[in-house]
């Protein structure tokens, strides 16, 4: 179960994240914008209480970074905990488990990549591979 905690702090609006974050987390996710004004400039999740990320709940994460930016809000993504970041570097295919997968996030065709590919690993964990891409 996916928990989410929002403050509003200025021009900035922080959601704090606690739980695993997987394919049942989008209804929580998508509620953290409801309440986002024009006046709010940056949205800032904070995953330091997220211990597991699935692929599933890594497309939330990119669908609330795409809405988050298509208000025009910038995003930052801080907390990442092992096995969240490893999934990410995973995913995009990138090498080793410490990589600057959260500074390469920020782009959108990165992101686009991420999305791809980590909809790849959920369709391969459904229909029973359990293989994940090794980035391709």
């Given at each position: 179960?996916?928990?989410?905690?929002?403050?509003?702090?200025?021009?900035?609006?922080?959601?704090?994240?606690?739980?695993?974050?997987?394919?049942e987390s989008g209804r929580v996710l998508r509620q953290a914008l409801?309440?986002?004004?024009?006046?709010?400039?940056?949205?800032?999740?904070?995953?330091?209480?997220?211990?597991?990320?699935?692929?599933?709940?890594?497309?939330?994460?990119?669908?609330?970074?795409?809405?988050?930016?298509?208000?025009?809000?910038?995003?930052?993504?801080?907390?990442?905990?092992?096995?969240?970041?490893?999934?990410?570097?995973?995913?995009?295919?990138?090498?080793?488990?410490?990589s600057a997968t959260a500074d390469r996030y920020a782009t959108p065709?990165?992101?686009?990549?991420?999305?791809?590919?980590?909809?790849?690993?959920?369709?391969?964990?459904?229909?029973?591979?359990?293989r994940v891409p090794a980035g391709g």
């Amino acid at each position: 179960m996916i928990t989410t905690d929002v403050e509003y702090r200025g021009t900035t609006v922080l959601v704090s994240v606690g739980g695993e974050l997987d394919e049942e987390s989008g209804r929580v996710l998508r509620q953290a914008l409801e309440h986002v004004t024009p006046g709010e400039r940056v949205l800032m999740v904070d995953l330091h209480g997220v211990p597991v990320i699935t692929a599933g709940g890594l497309l939330h994460l990119l669908d609330l970074h795409r809405r988050a930016e298509d208000r025009g809000l910038r995003v930052l993504v801080v907390g990442w905990q092992p096995q969240p970041r490893e999934l990410m570097a995973r995913t995009a295919g990138l090498p080793g488990p410490a990589s600057a997968t959260a500074d390469r996030y920020a782009t959108p065709g990165f992101r686009r990549l991420l999305a791809e590919r980590a909809e790849r690993t959920r369709e391969l964990t459904e229909s029973g591979s359990g293989r994940v891409p090794a980035g391709g």
